[in-house]
């Protein structure tokens, strides 16, 4: 690509294309492959050395750079919207996930084609406003308020939904293009080996996007259960209130309600603590599932780059080149397959604590409807007594009728979560397998390559 864009145009690359670079612990470029170097406008030699500022956009808010920065150098992979500049002065945007390696970084990006780009734009903009008038801590302030009108608690949040949104857009597009392209490319067997592991790495983590997916419904039914029981216990805590109000109001025959009441007042209570310890499981199972979606968004995303990479480097056509960019592929390697092993192995680490907290929600549930029983017990006592009962200064039936009321939705209630128990502890089962499937791709597309090279 030669540097004919004028300033302040889009530079415009395929949705196809993936770059990367890698930086050395300060953030100089150490190694970028074809596209990087292509969008960029500059040459390799300008670019080696050279601190990745190099293709800065002053649009770009500081802020942006700053949570990048203390995101990587705390050993956590961050996924964030960069505006560069390429050298002719023009623009494009990327969707950029940065890995730490060791002391080093790995950066890989793609084309954000979702309907987050526009409003990161915007958001942006408005950023780079407070930033100037403000400083950057102000700016801070003003994207956690602005993502939690989004509806997003933080940038993580954020950044890992943007990024899912972004690989499904990207495929769904990438779909249409192969619907209309032959097989005509793949004429090297190597190539179609290469293929056939990234097609079969696919495969695998869109089968663990749906399966996140279906967690996180699940969850959201669960946690929906225990919020609105949760809501309800105000009302059936001042009922047994009111029992014990009019049981004291007739005297002696009240006094068995009134024992009734309270024995249903401490079930009550018990079963609002279990319900919080639900509660706050769910939280739990929802921070996992942003681990699960971030981990697998940076696999399936290594896993396109490492074929898109081999590919590039496979079609080099002077043989000297080929040889050069074979080092640097058995270089990159290391790189990549130590990555997606430390992945895996997060998933892994994430998918086993998630696994033990289903398992403690059954014990959960077990113990909350023993209290269940207990309230349906203490409701029939109830009618009983109530019945004795000769003043008709109160209606007694009518409060037992919703104390019984309340064990029925109670128990509706922990058949759901039951249900929902059994289904998300289902899909965590086929988590494990299909992970290792995609990371066996990774290594497979690299040995294949490594291995094969003299034929090429
Ligand atoms: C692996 C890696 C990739 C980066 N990629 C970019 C990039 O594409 N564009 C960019 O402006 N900054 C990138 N940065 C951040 C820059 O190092 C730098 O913080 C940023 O350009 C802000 O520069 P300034 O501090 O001079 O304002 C990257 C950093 C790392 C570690």
């Given amino acids: 690509m030669k540097n004919t864009v004028p300033l302040q145009q889009e530079r415009k690359f395929n949705i196809?294309?993936?770059?990367?670079?890698?930086?050395?612990?300060?953030?100089?470029?150490?190694?970028?492959?074809?596209?990087?170097?292509?969008?960029?406008?500059?040459?390799?030699?300008?670019?080696?050395?050279?601190?990745?500022?190099?293709?800065?956009?002053?649009?770009?808010?500081?802020?942006?750079?700053?949570?990048?920065?203390?995101?990587?150098?705390?050993?956590?992979?961050?996924?964030?919207?960069?505006?560069?500049?390429?050298?002719?002065?023009?623009?494009?945007?990327?969707?950029?996930?940065?890995?730490?390696?060791g002391d080093r970084y790995l950066s890989v990006r793609l084309k954000p084609t979702s309907r987050y780009r526009d409003i990161i734009e915007d958001a942006y903009k408005q950023l780079l406003e407070v930033e100037k008038k403000d400083g950057v801590e102000a700016a801070r302030n003003?994207?956690?308020?602005?993502?939690?009108?989004?509806?997003?608690?933080?940038?993580?949040?954020?950044?890992?939904?943007?990024?899912?949104?972004?690989?499904?857009?990207?495929?769904?597009?990438?779909?249409k293009i192969h619907a209309h392209e032959s097989e005509q490319a793949l004429t090297n067997e190597l190539l179609r080996m290469i293929s056939a592991e990234s097609k079969a790495a696919s495969k695998y983590t869109e089968e663990?996007?749906?399966?996140?997916?279906?967690?996180?419904?699940?969850?959201?039914?669960?946690?929906?259960q225990t919020k609105s029981l949760n809501e309800k216990f105000y009302d059936f805590q001042l009922l047994s209130l009111n029992i014990q109000v009019f049981s004291s109001k007739i005297g002696e025959q009240g006094r068995s309600l009134s024992v009734i009441a309270q024995n249903f007042n401490a079930l009550v209570s018990n079963v609002?603590?279990?319900?919080?310890?639900?509660?706050?499981?769910?939280?739990?199972?929802?921070?996992?599932?942003?681990?699960?979606?971030?981990?697998?968004?940076?696999?399936?995303?290594?896993?396109?780059?490492?074929?898109?990479?081999?590919?590039?480097?496979?079609?080099?056509?002077?043989?000297?080149?080929?040889?050069?960019?074979?080092?640097?592929?058995?270089?990159?390697?290391?790189?990549?397959?130590?990555l997606a092993r430390a992945l895996t192995n997060t998933f892994s680490a994430t998918r086993l604590e998630t696994f033990k907290l289903i398992e403690k929600f059954g014990e959960l549930n077990k113990d909350t409807r023993k209290l269940v029983n207990g309230i349906e017990?203490?409701?029939?006592?109830?009618?009983?007594?109530?019945?004795?009962?000769?003043?008709?200064?109160?209606?007694?039936?009518?409060?037992i009728d919703t104390m019984k009321k309340f064990s029925e939705i109670l128990r509706d209630?922990?058949?759901?979560?039951?249900?929902?128990?059994?289904?998300?502890?289902?899909?965590?089962?086929?988590?494990?397998?299909?992970?290792?499937?995609?990371?066996?791709?990774?290594?497979?597309?690299?040995?294949?390559?490594?291995?094969?090279r003299k034929e090429i």
């Fill in 413 to 452: 209630s922990l058949h759901v979560i039951n249900q929902n128990t059994g289904s998300i502890l289902n899909n965590l089962s086929t988590f494990d397998a299909h992970i290792e499937e995609c990371f066996q791709s990774v290594k497979k597309i690299f040995s294949y390559s490594l291995e094969q």
């Fill in 16 to 101: 196809k294309e993936l770059f990367f670079s890698t930086t050395n612990e300060k953030g100089r470029i150490e190694f970028g492959n074809d596209v990087f170097v292509n969008i960029s406008g500059y040459t390799k030699e300008e670019l080696v050395g050279a601190p990745h500022n190099i293709i800065r956009h002053p649009d770009m808010p500081k802020l942006v750079f700053k949570i990048l920065w203390e995101t990587i150098q705390s050993g956590k992979i961050i996924a964030a919207y960069v505006k560069n500049m390429a050298k002719d002065g023009s623009f494009y945007w990327v969707m950029a996930v940065v890995f730490p390696v």
């Fill in 208 to 224: 663990i996007f749906i399966r996140i997916s279906e967690l996180e419904k699940s969850n959201s039914i669960f946690s929906g």
């Fill in 272 to 338: 609002s603590e279990h319900l919080g310890q639900f509660e706050i499981d769910a939280k739990k199972i929802d921070e996992a599932n942003l681990i699960f979606t971030k981990q697998i968004c940076a696999l399936k995303l290594l896993t396109d780059m490492v074929d898109f990479f081999v590919q590039e480097t496979l079609h080099a056509t002077n043989p000297e080149e080929s040889q050069k960019r074979i080092n640097d592929l058995s270089e990159i390697s290391n790189t990549f397959t130590s």
């Fill in 142 to 175: 003003f994207l956690d308020t602005l993502l939690k009108t989004l509806g997003f608690k933080s940038y993580e949040e954020f950044s890992v939904k943007a990024l899912l949104a972004e690989i499904v857009a990207r495929d769904n597009e990438l779909k």
């Fill in 377 to 399: 017990l203490v409701s029939q006592i109830g009618y009983i007594e109530s019945a004795r009962i000769t003043s008709q200064e109160v209606d007694f039936k009518h409060s």
